[in-house]
Structure formats: C-alpha cells, structure tokens
C-alpha cells in the first residue's frame, strides 16, 4: 500500500554511499553531519562509505580523505578503495592490522591498460581471500569476460557487485550463477519485475540495498524494495541482513 | 489511488526490447503498476517509422485493459505521407490521447520543418505531444522551447525533463517560458534533488510522472516523487492531477 510519505519499515544499512567531492560533481552533503541528516531523512541507521577521489583520482589519497568522515559511532563504515601497486597494497595492509578494514572496492584500473585479468589481479585477489576481506567491484568499468575469469580463480573470495543496470540484464543471471559468492547491489537495477524474480531464483540473500547516492537519491529504490513481494524477513535482509553477514559483523 | 489521488504515469512504451529485459507483459507491468498504486499508465510503441505497425499494437494493448492503460500515437518523419493520415486515424479511430516522438530515431533535430506537420496536427486538435529529449542532437529540449510559442493550443511535454544537468537547465528554460511546455520525470539518472529542482524552478503545476515502463520497472521511477522534499499537494500534481488536467480525464 503507498502513501504519499515513505519511511522504511525495517532497518536499512547503506552498502553503497559515496562521500566528498568529485572532481566534476561537488557533493551535496559537504560534511558528515549532512550526511547524517540525509540519511535520517530516508530511514536509513547505517552506511558503507567510500571517498569520491577514489573513483577516477587516487585510491591511496581518497582514501586518506576517508577518515574526516568517520566519527565515533559506527553509522558510517569505511570503505577503502585498492588497486594493485605497491601503495595502494600497503595502505590496505597497513589498515587492516589496525583492524580497519571490512571491506574493500576495486579502484578501475582498466582505463589505464591493466586489464581485471589473473595474471594482473591473483597477488591481491589471493591476499583479499586469505584476509576473508569482502570486494565491491564497481559494473559500469568491467568486462564481464574477465570478471568471470579472474574470479572463478578465488572461489572463497566474497563480492559485491556495484551499478547494474539494465544494460547489464543479459549479464546479471549468469554472473550470480557461475560466482556463487556474488552479491549484487540494487542502486540502479530497474528492469521491471527483476529484483522479485532474482530473489524466485538465487534467493534474498545475494540482494544487497544500496543508494550510490551522491550518485543517485537515496530514497527511490528503497521505496521499490518496501513495494515488492518479498517477505518482511526477506526485506531486511537486502536492507541489512545481508551486509552486516558481508562484513563479518566487524565495524571500521 | 494514493491517499485519494488518481496516479497516473505518463511514459510509457508497449513493444519488446528483449536485450534489456523490457517485456510488455500485461501481467507484468499490472503486478509492477499495483503494487506502486498507479492507476493507468500512458503506453506507445516506437519501433515502428510506419506509425502504423506499432500504433495497432498499442491499440491491442490498451484494449486488454482499458481501464488501466492509455495509449499515445506515435509517428515518424522518416515516412512524412504516412504520418497525417495515421495521426488521424490514431485519434478518431484507435481513441489515442496523445502523441509521442522519438527524436533519435530521426536525423532531424525536432525544431526542423520535418516536424512542424505534427505539431500543427496538435495545435488543431489541442493535443499534447511528449517528446524524448536528452543530450541526443535531434532531442535537445532548448528546441521545444523554441517551437511551443508558434503552437499555443498544444501543450509540448518534455520527456526526462533533458535527462542529465545541462539538457535538464535548457528544459527548466523552455518550460519557464512558456505555459504550454511541461516536464516529465522518468529518468535512469536518479540524481538527488532533481524532483525538488523541477518543482521549485517550474511549478508543481507542470511537472508530470513518468516511469518508462516496462524499460524501467515504474516503482524507484515512483519512489523518486514520493521520497523528494515536495509538499503533499505538489506530489498529488505530479503523480497525476496534472495528467488529468493535460489529457482531459475526468
């Protein structure tokens, strides 16, 4: 049943909210107390955050950017931007022996001629799997070839797969059948009926909620979630359940 | 019906784009419609430069349930003696609404003499005419401003409302500067504030609901309207009072 106000109905944990600037999109939330006024706008407790420099910048420099956002309570989780390289790994490290790290992004380096092939991504992919570090790889940048490649090579590593959209449709079944340790993320997946059907076929529990905002509001897709057939238990899964499962119940 | 107020979706497209999932399956868009709680949607099929061939679709579409789909024409300048008699027979015939254009499909940007037999076509009849507009050449939305003022009794709908900021700026512009310009909402661009922006910059008055369906599934299409920071009264406009108004439904 809609009404024209919406507030969500069970606990939502963001998986997917981008902070700061990027260099062609100033953020509309300036700081972490606007972030946080926004959120409690839409109903949403908790979110996963990475820094806009790290989309097409600097994984290494966004990352350091991170930290203004994080406060003392665990609303906002860091997420920490990789890329092979020597720095871009002992940041990453250095992190995570400080206990701070539960999940990381992939940084694209495909634009850059380093393709998401084994013989460039095993030494990280091995390390992140050793580590039980989950990975978010970002779907716009990614060839879906080597995608599958390179991580059927690490069955034990756990993703989450970031922006499908429709033009992804054709890919999204086979992806979730052949990585049976992938997750896919909401924020911009519209083809009409898909997250009902996806949920009929490889269940709740590989949806992930997430905004994308500054990207995109973060309101619409929660709205679409609340307006499914899935159950009440199922809701709170993809709104919650199934990230802090992801993370390991770990806050950074 | 939310909250008493007639919803109504004002893009929408009956044909098959398989690649991208978009299957016009009553069922589907039905299930989809409902639980949003949009009344009737409005439906064209563009895929056909006859008119004719997707026209007639439409008409089989809208007839399975009329209660809850109402179809648009759509014609094309790339078959220009096709495309008065099918406007017409669309209209008087087939009881169509409204007519859609699909700028891209064309070589022709849709401020081009090509064009100008349909907007006459709706100026006689006082029709309204979406168009899709984006950053595409053909579909710049700073063109429908420049053809509304010739054509005062149609009204001239700006689908996406541009779609991305600068062509989004242009269609804000257009309808600014004239009265018969509105903007649809639809977007896969669901960037915060646009909702907001459109209905403070324009007027909640003429701003329409729009989802493409079954492209897009019309739930997060409608989410964007019910989730914006727009007053009550401005979201029973949007979501389908202006639509009435623009197409005569009581």
């Known amino acids: ?33 606007a972030l946080l006024r ?50 871009s790994q002992a940041q990453i490290e250095t992190l995570h022996a400080q206990g701070r790290v539960s999940s990381v992004r992939l940084h694209d380096t495909g634009t850059a001629g380093l393709p998401f092939r084994p013989w460039a991504y095993d030494p990280l992919l091995h ?33 989450v797969l970031v922006g499908a959209h429709y033009v992804h449709h054709l890919l999204i079944r086979p992806l979730l059948t052949l990585l049976p340790n992938a997750h896919l993320e909401l924020s911009r997946y519209e083809p009409i009926g898909e997250i009902e059907a996806l949920r009929d076929e490889f269940g709740a529990e590989r949806l992930l909620y997430g905004s994308w905002y500054s990207r995109y509001a973060m309101g619409p897709m929660l709205f679409y979630l609340h307006h499914t057939r899935l159950s009440d238990a199922e809701l709170a899964l993809v709104c919650a359940g199934n990230l802090e499962r992801i993370l390991g119940g770990v806050t950074a | 019906m939310i909250d008493g107020t007639q919803i109504i979706d ?60 109402i179809g648009f024409v759509y014609v094309s300048p790339l078959l220009p003696a096709t495309m008065l008699p099918e406007l017409g027979r669309a209209i008087d015939q087939l009881h169509f609404a409204a007519i859609k254009l699909y700028p891209p499909y064309t070589p022709w940007p849709l401020n081009e003499a090509p064009w100008a037999p349909i907007y006459e076509f709706a100026n006689a009849r006082g029709l309204a005419v979406i168009f899709h507009t984006g950053p595409e050449p053909q579909s710049l939305p700073k063109f429908v401003g420049e053809i509304a003022p010739y054509y005062p009794n149609a009204n001239f709908v700006v689908g996406h409302a541009g779609n991305t900021p600068i062509e ?36 909640a008055d003429r701003v329409l609901f729009g989802s493409d369906l079954p492209l897009m599934d019309p739930r997060p299409q409608i989410g964007k309207i019910i989730t914006a920071r727009i007053s009550d009264a401005a979201k029973r406009l949007v979501l389908g009072d202006n639509a009435r108004r623009l197409l005569q439904i009581n």
């Not at chain 2, 009956?14 to 299930?31: F, K």
């Not at chain 2, 064209?44 to 430069?49: A, L």
Request: some cysteine.
């Open chain 1, 1 to 33: 049943m809609s009404t024209l106000n919406f507030k969500p109905r069970v606990a939502v944990f963001d998986a997917n909210i981008r902070v700061g600037d990027r260099y062609d999109e100033p953020s509309p939330c300036r700081d972490r107390a």
């Open chain 1, 38 to 87: 926004e959120m409690d706008h839409h109903g949403i407790g908790r979110a996963v955050i990475y820094h806009a420099q790290t989309e097409e910048i600097s994984p290494v420099e966004g990352n350091q950017f991170l930290d203004a956002w994080l406060g003392a309570d665990d609303r906002l989780v860091a997420q920490w931007s990789i890329m092979p390289g020597a720095a």
């Open chain 1, 127 to 159: 390390w992140l799997s050793a580590q039980r570090i989950p990975l978010w790889i970002p779907l716009p940048s990614m060839d879906a070839d080597e995608l599958v490649t390179t991580l059927q090579g690490h069955p034990g590593l756990i993703t």
């Open chain 2, 10 to 69: 004002f893009h929408g497209h009956v044909g098959r784009w398989d690649r991208y999932g978009m299957l016009d399956e009553p069922a589907l868009l039905l299930h989809a419609m409902d639980a949003a709680g949009i009344d009737r949607s409005c439906v064209f099929n563009i895929f056909h430069p006859d008119g004719t061939t997707g026209n007639d679709l439409t008409a089989r579409f809208v007839a399975q349930h009329p209660d809850r789909f």
């Open chain 2, 168 to 203: 989004r700026a242009q269609a804000i512009a257009a309808a600014q500067a004239h009265p018969n310009v509105y903007l649809e909402t639809c977007s896969t661009f669901r960037n915060p504030g646009v909702i907001e922006q459109l209905v403070t910059e324009v007027g």
